[in-house]
């Protein structure tokens, strides 16, 4: 899977918003506000194939999070990507 590269990731202040730049309008019921853990994996993973074993890699190597955990809190990142049209998957 990957992130679909159509999208943007734009810092707003101090928050980090992804943008849909093929909207005509801006919709800001469908605003994508990520936290600093998020943000970090999405640069990591902007412009790459990737699966879930490599997205929690990118956690245990950056946070102290056990592998077993980092899974967990994978599986629940990618589910919520997919839920809204995130990612593109083969």
């Known amino acids: 899977m990957r992130l ?3 999208l943007i990731l734009r810092q707003m202040g101090s928050d980090f918003v992804i943008v849909d730049p093929s909207q005509d ?3 800001m019921s469908k605003v994508f506000t990520l ?3 998020a943000t970090y ?3 990591e ?3 790459i194939d990737f699966s879930l074993d490599d997205v ?3 956690i ?3 946070y102290e999070v056990s592998e077993e955990q980092a899974l967990v809190d994978t599986k629940i990142l990618l589910e919520q990507l997919r839920i809204e049209g995130l990612l ?3």
């Open 4 to 6: 679909r590269n159509d």
């Open 25 to 27: 309008v801006v919709d």
């Open 35 to 37: 936290n600093e853990t």
């Open 41 to 43: 994996i999405w640069k």
């Open 45 to 47: 993973l902007e412009g």
């Open 56 to 58: 929690a890699k990118i």
């Open 60 to 62: 245990t190597n950056h």
């Open 88 to 90: 593109e998957e083969y």
